[in-house]
């Protein structure tokens, strides 16, 4: 049997890599983009078929609770309903918070925590139904040590933290789990732009000599998206080559 996974912001850096990932497992994917990046979004889907992945793509915004419904009927028309739901859309406004603006505050946490209750709220009940689901937040290393100029950001992040928790124990017992994976410095397309200088200068904060992979994030989200991971949830598992260690 081949399940149905939903990845918001599949179109992304990370999101691709998840995307891939989950199709290599044998998921059937779909997979949301916001608006402003629609071109991008289609250049990727077109890619990825001349690749031999075949993926759902719907456009919408997860900072909105009707969108966000619109989005996932849409999923669920096309292809069944989701049984695996990646949370990876997510949002910078990076400044100082003696600088930031009300806009940066609530587009950050609009995007990257309501859009985790806007999305996930529209399958649990489903899932519930069902007796089977799994639910993975990307969260990052800064929701949980913070960072200089992202207040929002790591706000945003640690609150995901708290949703994990709170949401994994109401459904547990509904063979549904629900986990988070804080991702340190991943070399996205984006993060690889920044000039190399500055580039070493983190490279030498991390122990493991290097930035974490796309592909390393889309490998342990496969893992919690699968059924062999039935006994892990409520847990955050970090990946950041070793720049912050907590237990
Ligand atoms: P990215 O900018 O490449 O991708 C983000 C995706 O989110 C895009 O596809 C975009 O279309 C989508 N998106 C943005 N706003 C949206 C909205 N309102 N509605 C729907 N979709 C929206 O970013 P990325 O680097 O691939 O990051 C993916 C996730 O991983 C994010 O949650 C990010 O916070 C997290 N993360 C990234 C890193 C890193 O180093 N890149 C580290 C830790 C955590």
């Not at 909105?64 to 990876?88: D, K, M, Y």
């Not at 920044?194 to 983190?202: G, L, M």
Request: charged share 15%; proline share 2%.
């Amino acid at each position: 049997m081949t399940r149905v996974a939903f990845v918001t912001g599949g179109a992304g850096g990370i999101g691709q890599a998840i995307c891939k990932r989950l199709a290599d497992a044998n998921f059937r994917v779909a997979s949301s983009y916001i608006a402003a990046e629609r071109e991008t979004a289609l250049k990727w889907q077109e890619a990825s078929k001349g690749a031999g992945y075949d993926y759902v793509l719907v456009e919408g915004d997860v900072s909105n609770f009707e969108s966000s419904a619109a989005i996932v009927r849409e999923v669920e028309q096309q292809l069944g309903p989701i049984e695996v739901l990646v949370n990876c859309a997510g949002i910078t406004r990076d400044g100082t918070f003696r600088k930031m603006t009300e806009d940066q505050w609530k587009a950050v946490i609009g995007v990257n925590l309501n859009g985790v209750f806007n999305v996930t709220r529209q399958v649990i009940n489903g899932m519930i139904d069902r007796g089977y689901g799994r639910i993975v937040n990307i969260s990052s290393m800064n929701g949980q040590k913070g960072q200089f100029g992202q207040s929002n950001y790591s706000a945003s992040k640690a609150g995901i933290h708290g949703f994990t928790m709170s949401l994994a124990q109401e459904v547990a017992s509904k063979g549904i789990t629900v986990n988070s994976v804080s991702p340190g410095y991943i070399g996205t397309s984006m993060v690889m732009a920044i000039a190399e200088e500055i580039r070493n200068k983190i490279v030498a904060q991390i122990p493991v000599g290097r930035m974490g992979t796309p592909e390393e994030v889309g490998a342990v989200v496969v893992f919690l998206a699968g059924e062999d991971a039935g006994y892990i949830t409520g847990a955050n598992i970090t990946m950041n080559g070793g720049q912050h260690m907590q237990f």
